[in-house]
């Protein structure tokens, strides 16, 4: 059973940070590529940001230049800080590992910008 936890959501004003991690095992870690997608009310699931294992990144237009992806290889975790958020930053974000045909997402944690 594939596990991707993860942590860091909240409630923070428009402006402020978040980091949000997600920790998977080795195995998994090692090998697929990691992102963050979010969801927001009735709207689809939308990609955030990937990293691949060889530290590739890509992001999403709406997100560059505010959010990093980042890997950490000692704690087999994936990070994402998010600076300048803005109200339509809210939505569950949730990490996906992805490798070939293979697909998981973790339960997905809440951001909510707002004064």
């Known amino acids: 059973q594939v596990q991707l936890v993860e942590s860091g959501g909240g409630l923070v004003q428009p402006g402020g940070s978040l980091r949000l991690s997600c920790a998977t095992s080795?195995?998994?870690?090692?090998?697929?590529?990691m992102g963050w997608y979010r969801q927001a009310p009735g709207k689809q699931r939308e990609l955030v940001a990937t990293i691949s294992t060889g530290d590739r990144t890509n992001y999403a237009d709406s997100v560059k230049g505010r959010f990093t992806i980042s890997r950490d290889n000692a704690k087999n975790t994936v990070n994402l800080q998010m600076n300048s958020l803005k109200p339509e930053d809210t939505a569950v974000y949730y990490c996906?590992?992805?490798?070939?045909?293979?697909?998981?997402w973790g339960q997905g944690t809440q951001v909510t910008v707002s004064s």
């Open positions: 080795g195995s998994i870690f090692r090998t697929y590529v």
């Open positions: 996906n590992a992805r490798w070939a045909t293979a697909a998981y």
